[in-house]
């Protein structure tokens, strides 16, 4: 059984950091992209960045330029984000993906984790 979990969500106040861990299990995802979305509530699921199976080539969505960083360990199954200078509108639950290829669609991407909650108080 595929398993994407996340971990390292939290309450953390404006400016401050936080990283967050994605454990695949079930199968390898070395050859995959690994994706990581957010959903604010009311709101639908939105990209925020990508890694490609060799870490070669990666994506950000915008407003996370330059503040979060996403990076993986094949060897370990994990792939991680580093989200520094926190922002109130970065509170959302943040899914881990996992997909065939590098984009920012999430129908791409055909195994999701739970999501761990961050929320950034101001």
């Known amino acids: 059984q595929v398993q994407l979990v996340e971990s390292g969500g939290g309450l953390v106040q404006a400016g401050g950091s936080l990283r967050l861990s994605c454990a695949a299990s079930g199968r390898t995802f070395s050859n995959n992209a690994m994706g990581w979305f957010r959903q604010a509530p009311g709101k639908g699921r939105a990209f925020v960045s990508a890694i490609w199976w060799n870490s070669g080539s990666t994506l950000y969505e915008d407003s996370v330029k330059g503040r979060f960083t996403i990076f993986r360990d094949n060897a370990k199954n994990m792939v991680y984000l580093q989200m520094n200078s926190l922002k109130p509108e970065d509170t959302a639950v943040y899914h881990c993906?996992?997909?065939?290829?590098?984009?920012?669609?999430?129908?791409?991407?055909?195994?999701w984790g739970q999501g761990t909650q961050v929320t950034v108080s101001s």
């Open positions: 993906a996992a997909g065939g290829g590098l984009t920012q669609n999430p129908g791409r991407y055909y195994y």
